[in-house]
């Protein structure tokens, strides 16, 4: 008897993520890394559940979103494949939203401010667990976006080593909005430099980790080392809502 066929929707998906690796592998071997070593984060905001059920039985094991409360009800909805899933807030949080991120994700990517900090250290206490968290900084300058200015990144830090129940690992950014990829290369090479100085500054913490890239230019952000990329539109396709590339597109 012949195998069935793959469904049509999740035989698009598995030569989409096939694309995307084989795009990020390049990437990595044009910089003397390892492909192994960059995690692809699916962002996955208004991407229907049923998708992500696709997206994870492909073999995509990590999904980024950008809202919590949109978050929670995912996540309740796969509750059948949470073992094979990381999840990471890849958008802004918020310190009302802190006691539920708390409970949700493996991955903070968006850590900004010394309250928030607190205020999800105390939650994820309480909430027996212990949560990896990336500090956001705004590499380009951009009054619309998040993150605090490079050098800031160091007193952060310095407060996620000294948190009960955080873990630093590293920094985030959202590159700029532009046409031609090589307009974000300054951004990740600042944020990669940044990185090094916070591993001088701050010893003894893991800081192994840069998520910057989405779809547009994870390429060029692979190649200035980032470690972690957030990729959507390359994944799964455009999605219909205003705003959906805060985190990762």
Do not use: C
Request: hydrophobic share 45%; proline share 5%; no cysteine.
């Amino acid at each position: 008897m012949r195998p069935a066929e793959p469904a049509p929707i999740l035989q698009g998906f598995v030569e989409r993520l096939g694309a995307v690796r084989a795009r990020i592998a390049r990437a990595a071997e044009r910089s003397g890394r390892d492909p192994a070593a960059i995690v692809l984060v699916g962002a996955s905001k208004v991407v229907a559940i049923e998708r992500l059920r696709e997206a994870t039985a492909a073999g995509l094991s990590d999904l980024g979103e950008n809202r919590v409360q949109e978050a929670r009800d995912k996540i309740a909805a796969l509750a059948d494949v949470l073992p094979r899933v990381r999840w990471h807030l890849i958008g802004h949080l918020q310190s009302n939203k802190a006691k539920l991120a708390a409970t949700l994700f493996d991955w903070v990517h968006s850590v900004d401010s010394a309250a928030i900090v607190r205020e999800l250290d105390r939650r994820a206490a309480e909430a027996g667990r212990r949560i990896a968290v990336l500090v956001e900084v705004n590499t380009s300058g951009e009054r619309s976006k998040f993150g605090v200015a490079p050098g800031a990144e160091i007193d952060l830090l310095r407060a996620l080593a000294a948190a009960s129940a955080l873990e630093p690992r590293g920094l985030m950014t959202v590159g700029p909005l532009t046409d031609d990829v090589e307009d974000s290369r300054p951004a990740y090479r600042l944020l990669a430099e940044r990185l090094r100085e916070a591993q001088r500054a701050v010893p003894g913490a893991r800081l192994d980790q840069l998520s910057m890239g989405m779809s547009g230019d994870f390429e060029v952000a692979i190649e200035e080392g980032a470690t972690m990329v957030r990729v959507g539109t390359a994944l799964f396709g455009p999605r219909p809502l205003p705003g959906a590339n805060r985190g990762g597109t």
